[in-house]
């Protein structure tokens, strides 16, 4: 008997053509269809006993859906120079400049040109996150009374920060391209779990001590979160 793979990929004739991405997963129980809000990747889950031409049916059933949302995904953004890249919420220019290193000066980012603009932009976008970040939770952490762990800066595509049970916290890098008050929310977010490990009440009730502005915050990261991880940072392929 053919093993079936867990993983396969089927294309959506049309203008444009859309590849869909199938999964097959041994706890799925109904197919499960997802777009991608910050990259447009299309993707289909299917229990392991599905046969792939029901699945695919179900994807043709639900074009126009897939179309929809398709149109509604912000694209792929490049950090070139050319670019406006949004840092602290507000668009800066991407110049080119001297030296080894991109810098932020005078409201402009300023990258040396060449195949590593990308990269070189993320590692200042990130280091300027962690001093913002590390400054937030020293402020929020000193407010409860809590001690913290190490801060970590990752590029997650699912949340914006955690908590660990011993107390280390993550954070997205790319908060440093949002408001600095949802910025703020978020650092408060996760200290708020070093005494709330859920999200209860109880936890709520502490973000909103640390951070009033919460759910002010929590609608912008709703309605905005996908533009950001739409920026690509990755340097371009070699031919």
């Known amino acids: 008997m053919a ?7 089927h294309v959506l004739p049309g203008d444009p053509p859309v590849e869909v991405l199938l999964r097959r997963n041994a706890r799925a129980k109904r197919f499960s269809l997802r777009v991608s809000r910050s ?20 994807l043709r059933e639900r074009e126009p859906w897939v179309r929809e949302h398709l149109g509604r995904s912000p694209g792929i953004l490049a950090a070139r120079i050319g670019a406006e890249i949004p840092i602290c919420g507000v668009p800066r220019a991407i110049v080119a400049g ?18 590593r603009e990308g990269p070189r932009i993320k590692a200042l ?22 001690r913290y762990g190490k801060i970590t800066l990752r590029d997650p595509r699912s949340r914006w920060g955690s908590c660990s049970s011993n107390g280390d916290l993550m954070f997205s890098w790319r908060l440093i391209m949002a408001p ?7 650092a408060a977010h996760e200290v708020a779990h070093l005494v709330e490990m859920n999200h209860s009440a109880r936890f709520w009730g502490l973000c909103k001590q640390l951070c009033p502005t919460t759910d002010q ?14 920026w ?8």
Do not use: C
């Open 180 to 186: 600095p008050a949802v910025l703020d929310y978020v």
């Open 98 to 115: 001297t030296g080894r290193a991109a810098r932020f000066v005078d409201g402009v980012v300023q990258v040396p040109e060449g195949p």
């Open 3 to 9: 093993v079936r793979s867990p993983v396969s990929t």
């Open 39 to 58: 990259d447009g990747r299309v993707s289909l889950s299917l229990p392991t006993w599905a046969p792939e031409a029901e699945a695919l049916a179900f």
């Open 232 to 239: 690509r940072f990755d340097a371009p392929a070699q031919e």
């Open 217 to 230: 915050h929590r609608r912008w990261m709703r309605a905005n979160g996908a533009d950001l991880l739409a």
């Open 125 to 146: 976008l990130s280091a300027m996150a962690r001093e913002r970040l590390s400054a937030a939770v020293a402020v929020h952490a000193g407010a409860i009374g809590k």
